[in-house]
């Protein structure tokens, strides 16, 4: 029977609607009449890219059936069409449908779709490469996520999310979801969910904010637990379920080993450097300081927000080694000046000491510089000496990997919670990843 990877992307807006839901939908209709391969994919791309509208996700299906390509095109196309935001101006849909295995380059593609910003040329010249089937609505912008989606495999490192869809009618309304529950659920199921909870301000994590059909979404490591959440959880308005396999939590964009000097707008990128100035607090408690390696320099910013990344980057100085971890954003009216807006930073060296001019024997004061390597003199006595004289720091800042608070990570950003727990291979076996809410094969 042959295999088909049907990927898609672009049908939300701010507004309404959410990808993950259309992909809950076409899940519906072709569990009938397919065998999945692989738990529906959840694949979140370069979170930099300014025209996505949220957390830049995209999905992909892995089938076997023997519909054909026309019939799997258009049952696709109709469910899109029926449920993407219309309204908005913004989303151009993208499907594509792959039949057979993955090629390289189509991975590739979806590697470089995690960290750069990939045009609808190159899409489109690839998918014709391929013989990959598509359709798009409006612009086709959508094309890129959906290629994308079908070239990230998950073959290491994956996560799940067990998304719980709201009945139409409740869109636009309050979520019930009971925040007891929700505590009782993450201590229940901790280390192997994460994200559910803020602890600092105590706020719920698995409940989305707009009228889209998402009603919770448990991230976790396994099918299993994730099911098991969903028993422990107390809602209402539910109306199915689905267990996405996803490259959410893994640091997956966090690949782009990248020079100074080969840095471009909207790409996420790896930097090491040293510090080379103090660093600045601006008004609204952001930190700013200045990185440089072999190549240049650049500004690394951490935000108010960003929590402890913030308040380790103020206490950093001139000389430590770090590790910056972000998204390349152009200054608006400079699209060359650029600024690496942090969303982790590892801390690697820091000084222990710093040369200062040395004291003057006899008064105990300190001398002052008589030049660029000229020396130094005590103001009082006169007294001279040829070289400054290390002095040690008791330094407050450590060494180590700086995250922001959960209620502000990206949706790739691997918590600390799951470091060790990298996963080497590829999907477990996949059963039992969709079910409606109050038929007996919910979970
Ligand atoms: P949601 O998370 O709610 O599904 P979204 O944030 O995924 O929404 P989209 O509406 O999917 O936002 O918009 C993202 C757009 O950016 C899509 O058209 C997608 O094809 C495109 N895109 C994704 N990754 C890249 C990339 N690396 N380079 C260029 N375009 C990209």
């Given at each position: 029977m042959p295999i088909y990877h049907l990927g898609i992307d672009d049908t939300d807006s701010l507004k309404r609607g959410c990808t993950t839901y259309v992909g809950a939908l076409l899940v519906e209709r072709l569990l009938p009449q397919a065998t999945f391969l692989d738990f529906p994919n959840l694949i979140r791309l370069n979170p930099n890219i300014p025209w996505k509208s949220r957390g830049n996700a995209a999905i992909c299906l892995r089938i076997s059936t023997p519909m054909d390509c026309d019939y799997l095109l258009e049952l696709a196309e109709e469910v899109v069409e029926e449920n993407r935001d219309r309204q908005d101006e913004k989303n151009q849909p993208g499907i594509a449908l792959l039949e057979g295995g993955v090629p390289k380059s189509l991975k590739l593609f979806g590697r470089r779709a995690l960290y750069d910003v990939l045009s609808v040329e190159d899409a489109t010249s690839l998918a014709r490469e391929l013989g990959i089937y598509y359709r798009t609505i409006k612009g086709g912008r959508g094309l890129v996520g959906a290629l994308a989606a079908i070239g990230n495999t998950l073959e290491g490192d994956h996560t799940y999310e067990l998304i719980v869809y709201r009945k139409k009618e409740t869109w636009d309304g309050q979520r019930q979801v009971d925040r007891e529950s929700v505590v009782e659920m993450d201590q229940g199921t901790y280390p192997y969910t994460f994200n559910n909870l803020d602890y600092e301000t105590g706020r719920v994590l698995i409940t989305p904010h707009g009228s889209d059909p998402i009603l919770f979404g448990v991230r976790g490591e396994y099918p299993s637990v994730l099911r098991q959440a969903l028993k422990m959880l107390k809602f209402s308005g539910g109306e199915m379920w689905v267990i996405y396999r996803s490259?959410?939590?893994?640091?997956?964009?966090?690949?782009?080993?990248?020079?100074v000097a080969e840095l471009r707008p909207y790409q996420a990128a790896v930097l090491e450097g040293k510090l080379m100035g103090t660093p600045k607090v601006i008004r609204g408690g952001h930190a700013i300081a200045e990185l440089g390696d072999a190549t240049g320099r650049i500004d690394i910013a951490a935000y108010e927000k960003s929590g402890e990344i913030q308040k380790v980057l103020r206490e950093l100085l001139p000389g430590d080694r770090v590790r910056a971890y972000g998204g390349v954003i152009p200054h608006e009216g400079q699209p060359t000046r650029l600024t690496l807006n942090l969303e982790k930073l590892e801390v690697l060296e820091l000084i222990t000491a710093v040369a200062r001019s040395p004291l003057c024997g006899k008064c105990k004061v300190r001398m002052k510089a008589k030049g660029r390597n000229k020396g130094y003199k005590c103001e009082k006595c006169g007294l001279e000496a040829k070289y400054s004289i290390m002095e040690s720091l008791d330094r407050k800042a450590k060494k180590g990997v700086f995250l922001p608070p959960s209620r502000s990570v990206r949706h790739l950003t691997k918590p600390l919670q799951r470091y060790g727990m990298e996963k080497s291979w590829g999907s477990d076996s996949v059963h039992s990843f969709f079910g409606f809410i109050d038929a007996k094969d919910s979970p």
């Open positions: 490259n959410q939590g893994t640091d997956a964009h966090l690949i782009n080993n990248s020079a």
